[in-house]
């Protein structure tokens, strides 16, 4: 089903396509949503206010992005909304994209200068391992917020680099940028953590 169905559908009331789009996205928008603001139970909120939004709003939807695209501008602004009135902002910051940790990793386009060395089948199970996700997941709560959703929305929910350019009103070089620190900082936490042989 593409987007001009599913927004015919939804216009007709139709709660099975409300259902699939919720089932396909409502933990990847917490998982966002988190980014913002600093309790589960508000993020949580920022959510529910989002589909609500979605909800409200499909009529007046134009099409000049994809649904997927819509719904997450929507959640951006709710999650923004939210931390503002918690008194906690999160902007983004051009001044950091002067001081790239560990340039030579990096070619002049954003690519990696090198690529990273595939890990083995060995290595790769025990990355599987809970402790590992763990410290993974621990690494990816502590990277500076908008590093954090822009890794969250291009390698967990897969979006591309237009979409998220679009969500988040950056630029194409600021996505680039913000993505390339967040792996090469989560990609340090996996290296530690195989070398430390945990």
């Not at 340039?103 to 060995?122: H, I, K, Y």
């Not at 979409?163 to 009103?169: F, N, Q, S, W, Y």
């Amino acid at each position: 089903m593409d987007d001009a169905e599913r927004i015919d559908r939804l216009l007709c009331g139709d709660e099975q396509v409300f259902r699939e789009l919720l089932a396909a996205h409502q933990s990847s928008m917490l998982r966002v949503a988190e980014s913002f603001v600093s309790e589960r139970g508000l993020a949580e909120d920022v959510v529910q206010e989002t589909w609500a939004g979605v909800l409200r709003g499909i009529e007046r939807f134009e099409g000049r992005s994809s649904l997927t695209t819509w719904i997450y501008s929507i959640l951006i602004n709710q999650a923004r909304t939210c931390a503002n009135r918690e008194r906690r902002t999160v902007s983004f910051d051009p001044t950091e994209l002067d001081h790239i940790e560990d340039p030579s990793r990096f070619a002049p386009d954003g690519s990696w200068a090198q690529p990273p060395v595939p890990f083995t089948e060995e290595i790769e199970e025990r990355l599987a391992r809970a402790p590992m996700l763990a410290h993974l997941n621990d690494a990816l709560a502590e990277l500076p917020a908008t590093q954090r959703v822009v890794v969250t929305l291009r390698d967990v929910e897969q979006l591309d680099a237009q979409e998220v350019c679009d969500i988040l009103g950056i630029t194409a070089v600021n996505q680039r940028v913000l993505l390339h620190r967040a792996r090469a900082s989560l990609r340090r936490t996996l290296e530690a953590l195989v070398e430390g042989g945990e």
